[in-house]
């Protein structure tokens, strides 16, 4: 399965080229106001979804675009374009993300960012990896010397406590910060050691599956802004597993201070 994931994404992803390189002429529709779905989101998935019916029949899939198919114990969760807005705009920062479940464990996933020209790989207990190359977490360890990623999914969604307060109070505590507006890259990132860490509210499975594994086999952590697995996609916080704990300090001091301001008379 592993060898057909590979061939599957590097079709995908060599598909999202062909579009990028008439990006002028590509059909884009508002899926809600901000939020945007091209014919290049709609085409990957079709072909997607169909190579993995016609070679494993009795699969459950669920993608972002097709919603779910359903099948036994195996699901396959696939996001044709993660970063459309990147997409759209010809940036580099997308990927086609592709998790495989096993009675609801991620088994195998594949991110694949082709404008980057990385394929990132992982299968549970058997390590990760770039282009065939094996990736690791960097060792950083306090937030005053890492780089994390983040995004605004939850501003776009229109929900009532956005990330801005969090970014707020994170930004001047860390080097730096960067919006690379893929979750599965930030993800990425972090697990080859290019950001330490990466926190965004109000994701999606099919956003997260896939990077969440590849973090995890490269030896990073990736929970929820509690350090559990409860309210995960909606509170997601994926880092080297060294600055973890001081990085869900800073967000449960921003949420406690909300939460004390809520209730003052
Ligand atoms: P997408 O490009 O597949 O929609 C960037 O902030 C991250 O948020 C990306 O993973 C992006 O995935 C996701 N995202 C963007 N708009 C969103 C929306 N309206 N709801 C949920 N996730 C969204
Ligand atoms: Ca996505």
Known sequence: MEQFLKEIILEAGQMTLDFRARLDKLAVRRKMDKDLVSEADVAVEDFLVSRIQKRYPDHAIFGEESGQHTGGQYRW???????????????????????????????LAAVNAPALGELYTARLGHGAFVNGS????????????????????????????????????????????????????????TACGRLEGFWEMDLKIYDVAAGALILHEAGGRCTDFSGGSARLYNEVLGTNGHIHTEAMGVIAGVIEGIDKKNKAP
């Open 77 to 107: 969760i696939i996001d044709p374009i993660d970063g459309t807005t990147s997409f759209v705009h010809g940036q580099p920062y997308y990927s086609i993300s592709i998790a495989l479940e096993q009675a609801q464990n991620t088994i």
């Open 134 to 189: 094996p990736i690791h977490v960097s060792p950083r360890s306090r937030l005053s010397d890492s780089v994390m990623a983040t995004g605004f999914a939850c501003i776009r969604r229109h929900s009532g406590f956005t990330n801005l307060p969090i970014f707020n109070r994170m930004t001047p505590i860390l080097r730096d910060v960067r919006r690379y507006g893929s979750a599965a890259v930030d993800l990425c990132y």
